[in-house]
């Protein structure tokens, strides 16, 4: 899946999930807006093969993706808390919340 520039994003980076706009489009890959800001530089290039395995349009899809991923690694329940408004983080899940 190719993304047009200005669509929103959710990319599964480490336990959480980045969530960008496209600035870039490029041949087979694309990259978000906060790429200048970027820390790390393997966060803000995505590959168009990893549409709904790493990257997203829907956020329901993405938790999904990262709690099953999370859920096979930890074995144990675990939520997903937005932090930011550009990033939502694994958390442990506490009864009654």
Do not use: H
């Amino acid at each position: 899946m190719k993304p047009e520039i200005g669509t929103k994003v959710y990319c599964i980076y480490k336990e959480g999930i980045l969530v960008d706009n496209v600035a870039f489009i490029g041949k087979e890959s694309f990259i978000i807006e906060s790429f200048g800001g970027c820390t790390y530089e393997d966060s803000w290039e995505w590959s168009y093969e990893d549409y709904n395995n790493k990257w997203f349009t829907k956020l329901e899809k993405a938790k999904e993706k990262l709690l099953s991923i999370a859920e096979e690694r930890y074995k144990e329940q675990l939520k997903i808390k937005k932090i930011y408004d550009d990033w939502y983080e694994l958390v442990e899940y506490e009864k009654g919340r």
